[in-house]
């Protein structure tokens, strides 16, 4: 299959730096669009990947999956797109489209596994697939995803990763007006959680670990916070909550949170991909019908959902633009929990 070359920024190792590369992009097939990146989102999950955290990193890699940019070119027959338009892509690249998860619109649990817009398998050109922090990428047009005009196109890109895996298991446990919800950690899917939740109409309340992030957590629409190395301070939210989205990284103690969920309650983690420790303790669940259950991104329906609420009622990401070379600062600075709210990149910069 004939490629292109295309500027990047990427890591040859996971011990190296992200420095300059050269990579190549497939030629258009009929179905693909060309989009010309303008600002590409810092997702922790680039972090993981390229340091190889969770094994199974390719190299040469190159991350990033909250991409935004304008439509260059477009395969013969594209139709719900034209050239000059602006588009997103997000984490997926590609999916079976016919498992009983696809035709559900939930591409993200396609069975035989949906291709990742980094370190995936491209079924076109055999190759491996490379993120955002790139001048130029070509995506089949089931998951391009149209951008509301009306908001700042930087801060819109984290809306592909950390707006939708926050948005999906809100819409999934039904948060609206009435509801608690508590979301653990303020980062970039943190802040999101926050702001989606707050705007479906829920009461909302953040766990954090750091009392300066409180006067921005309020600012950002929580309506209290709670400092989770403080006993006294979670006891005050014994039984409270319907849903708790849990975005910390790490692997961390989920057992004094189980007590915060209301009955029927839910912990729903998003952050931590791996086994607990210590382990999860069944008799505070059993004795009130309690859950702790996982979400992974969302479906391109419900991104395109997301998006549009977003447009709707004004939501974008509290941001950082930086440059591309500025982006191994960045990593550093967001494993100190040093990032207010979100790195975007300037792709005009690379
Ligand atoms: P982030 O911006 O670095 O935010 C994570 C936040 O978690 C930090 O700001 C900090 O908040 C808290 N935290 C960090 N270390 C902690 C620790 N040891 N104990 C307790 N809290 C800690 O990261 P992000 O981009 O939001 O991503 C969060 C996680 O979600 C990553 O692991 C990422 O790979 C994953 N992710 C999952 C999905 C999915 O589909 N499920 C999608 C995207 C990302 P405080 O200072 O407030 O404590
Ligand atoms: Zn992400
Ligand atoms: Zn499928």
């Known amino acids: 299959m004939e490629k292109f070359e295309v500027k990047a920024y990427g890591t040859p190792a996971a011990t190296a730096d992200l420095q300059p590369l050269t990579i190549e992009r497939r030629v258009l097939t009929d179905t693909d669009i060309e989009i010309e990146i303008l600002y590409c989102g810092v997702c922790h999950s680039d972090l993981h990947t390229a340091r190889n955290d969770w094994g199974g990193t390719a190299y040469p890699a190159v991350p990033g999956h909250e991409i935004v940019g304008k439509i260059t070119k477009l395969g013969a027959a594209v139709s719900k797109f034209k050239v000059g338009d602006l588009a997103a892509v997000g984490c997926m690249v590609d999916s079976c489209r016919e498992c009983s998860s696809c035709k559900q619109d939930l591409e993200q649990y396609c069975i035989s596994g949906f291709t990742g817009t980094y370190n995936g398998r491209d079924k076109h050109s055999g190759g491996r697939t490379f993120g955002g922090y790139s001048e130029k990428v070509v995506v089949n047009e089931h998951f391009v995803l149209k951008v509301p005009e009306n908001l700042n196109l930087a801060a819109v890109a984290p809306l592909l990763c950390a707006g939708i895996t926050t948005w999906s298991p809100l819409r999934h446990w039904k948060v609206g007006k009435g509801s608690r919800v508590a979301v653990t950690g303020l980062g970039g899917l943190g802040h999101m959680a926050i702001k989606l939740a707050k705007a479906l109409g829920a009461e909302v309340t953040l766990f954090s670990r750091s009392p300066d992030k409180e006067k921005d957590a309020l600012a950002l629409g929580a309506d209290k ?87 709707e009622h004004n939501i974008v990401s509290e941001i950082e633009v930086i440059k591309m070379e500025e982006i191994n600062e960045a990593y550093e600075r967001m494993l100190k929990s040093d990032v207010r709210y979100r790195f975007v990149i300037d792709m005009a910069t690379i």
Do not use: W
């Open 225 to 311: 916070v709670i400092i989770s190395t403080n006993d006294a301070q979670m006891m005050s939210v014994k039984g409270k909550f319907d849903l708790i989205i849990d975005t910390v990284p790490t692997m961390h103690d989920i057992n004094p949170y189980i007590p915060t969920l209301n009955l029927n309650g839910t912990l729903v983690l998003v952050g931590y991909l791996g086994p607990l420790d210590p382990y999860l303790n069944t008799v505070p669940l059993i004795l009130s019908r309690k859950s702790v259950a996982g979400s992974l991104i969302g479906g391109i329906a419900e991104t395109q959902e997301m998006l549009d609420f977003c447009g």
